[in-house]
């Protein structure tokens, strides 16, 4: 029997949920009131019990009352957490106290006002780890870099709806977690949640992994990786929160779609105000210029082009782009870039040198060399104008001595007193002109120094690095050879012709931007989590990583999910190498999305893939097995589904999605529905929000990350090809997508590989 109301503890734990609300509603109260209010609504709240412990009573509450401020975040905390204020309890004796504590863990904490106690133990607290890592028994925790001792003589767990005890469980870690179970068993929302009481062992080591070191997770599908990465940022958040705002911080997301379907889970977690954007949004708000990007999705063309040619040398040009080539590149093209702001003369007004060129060319290229190269050419302007301020009276006494000198001179010389007052009277007038000319000078000198230093806008540069094939190649220390890197300046001249970029243009430019403009400080998250990791490309972390200039980044993806292979990574190895050699590396192999059967299924498909990636571990549910089922055509075919979905909404499911290879056969089923179709249904774009209640119809690569009770993977007239890496990959990405129920909709079990 997993839960017991007859638990010898259970009355006991109903008046303690009961203390806790209370106490909640009294401090929501008084800090909307006035803080003066907080005896009176004390009194009000407890009036009528007796039961409390003596610590607890009501009287002692009175007594030394203290009011704190709350800050609106933890007010709106606090407000969320009444219907559930905490979901565990662990009893914990510390080796070097005499007294047990007994703490109850929840989303966020609350004191006593009075003693300073935790009624509610926030979970990301450094004792709450006891409940995620620690078994009955001698344990031990880390707060503050000191380590606590002691015995764990309970872990409870509460099943608390709407604020009201449902049960109650006590369990050890070597039990089977059946709270898990019954989490996992749910039906799906649509939507990502919290899942602060069942986060298992190897997922909580992530969570916590040490903050201050870039962390990389290969995790397999379902496995909880963007889970993971939310609750690691509001783990840093609450660590943190002395030292940084959560805008500070950063998700990246692969699409406007997901960033909606992660959207629940944000302020559950108490980090709403994290930046959310996705890859191409940021870039271009770091650029400070809306881009036409090319419409042309590259994996769709990969998919259905005919144009074979035309499309391998567009994935071609893409894996070029965002390889390390392009690295060597760049650096060279920079260092060019650089020479050329070299200066070959001397800073001089009038005859007078005040700053040499080397003394210039020093400072440009090793004093500021923390700078990008456009504000170190600022700041020289500075310093000469400075310089030339300071020695300008100089420059002026100087000339004006020299006249004065000859006049003086010629005042007392033999010449007859005519040819003298003529030649005094002349070189008067010339001195005149000539400090009239060297304030002129002065005036004009910086402007026209400044002048030999063009500036251009950073799209000149991005379209000069192709202009020359000879030169590309020599950039690229022989990595391109001269052909292929007239293939490459053609390619983006054509783009550039059509005045579009690519998304694998972005990263380059952005690496440019870095070294020549600089990127806005407001842009600079100081910490960053990119979901779905797999899809960038080397060259699109590396200038992440340097235009942020921070390495704190979570990277979570999964190679077995890389559709865009063409672009991105095909193993870790290289980003930890070359762009995170601090970072540590996890991998997570449990899958806690789909049942059993499914997994089985779609660990088939794994095999066929030329990697050596490990057998996905489900997390022992079972459920139906996959199933083929014929399908129909035209009105058959939409009422053969919307069957399927109304005997499934029977059993309480709620969230169906019908997954097609591409747009393709999900607009042609589109357009069925829209004909015969009697079930709410919608089409889902990349900037789309999923709705609820609605049969989903997504292409596989979108739909990736998100999850369903039920899929349908449908195939009309496209097929999944075993030939194919990317079709094995993108049916992958479709069959795990369900929690609990797969079919496939098709003519032959054939078209979906497994046949
Ligand atoms: N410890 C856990 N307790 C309860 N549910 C969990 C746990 N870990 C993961 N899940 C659930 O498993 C599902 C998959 O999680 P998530 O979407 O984070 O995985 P993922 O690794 O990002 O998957 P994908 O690679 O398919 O994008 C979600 O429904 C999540 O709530």
Known sequence: MPFEHEHPDFQQEIQRLEFTKRYIDVVI????????KFQENMKEAFEDIDWLESSLSYSSLLTNARFFEMSRDELMQLKNARKK??????????EDLNEKEILYIGKTSLYSRENQEQIIVDWRSPIANLYYEGRLGEVQYDSYEESFHGHLSLKRQFMIEDGVLDEIRDIDLTTTDELLQESLSKSSSNRLTEIISTIQEEQNKIIRADLNKPIIVQGAAGSGKTTIALHRISYFIYQYKENFAPEQLMILAPSR??????????????????????????????????LTMAEDNKLVRLLESN??????????????????????????????????FYPKEDFTVDKFRLFSHKKFIQLFKDDYQYLPLYRRLDKLKAVIQNDLAKKKKNIIKKIEAYYDERIERALYSGKDPEKRRQYVSVALDKKADRLEEIKKSIRTAVPTYMKQF?????????KELFAD???????SGGKLSEEDAGLLCEYNQKLFKKKVYEREDLALMLYLQENLFGIPKDLRAKNIVIDEAQDYSFMELLSLKKALDTDMFTLVGDLAQGIHSYRGLTSWEQVLDYIF???????????????????????????????????????????????FIKRKDG???????????????????????????????????????????????KLLQEQESIPKDEIVIVPSYLAKGLEFDAVMVLSIEEKFSRESELDIKLLYVAMTRPLHRLYFYGMEEDNFILG
């Open 29 to 36: 109260k008084t800090s909307e009131s006035s803080k003066d």
């Open 85 to 94: 204020p905490y979901f565990a309890r662990i009893d914990f004796l510390r």
């Open 257 to 290: 779609l997901f960033i909606d379907y992660i959207s629940e889970a944000l302020p559950e977690l108490g980090v709403e105000r994290v930046r959310q954007t996705t890859y191409q949004e940021y870039v271009q708000a770091c650029l400070g210029e809306k």
């Open 307 to 340: 144009d074979t040619q035309e499309t391998q040398l567009a994935a071609w040009a893409s894996s070029i782009k965002g390889s390390p080539v392009f690295q060597v590149v760049l650096s060279n093209y920079l260092k060019e870039i650089y020479k050329s």
């Open 454 to 462: 063009t500036k251009k806008s950073l799209f000149r540069y991005y």
């Open 469 to 475: 094939a000879d030169r590309l190649s020599k950039m």
């Open 581 to 627: 050699p601090r970072a540590t590396y996890t991998e997570l192999q449990k899958s806690y999305r789909t049942t059993v059967e499914i997994m089985e299924k779609a660990n088939e498909l794994l095999k066929l893939l030329p990697y050596s990636f490990p057998e996905v571990e489900p997390v022992v549910r079972h459920g139906k097995s996959p199933e």
């Open 635 to 681: 009105q058959d075919l939409v009422k053969q589904l919307e069957n399927q979905v109304t005997s499934l909404k029977e059993e309480d499911y709620k969230t169906f999605a019908v997954i097609g290879k591409t747009m393709k056969d999900c607009k042609l089923l589109h357009s069925l529905f829209e004909k015969h179709g009697e079930l709410p249904f």
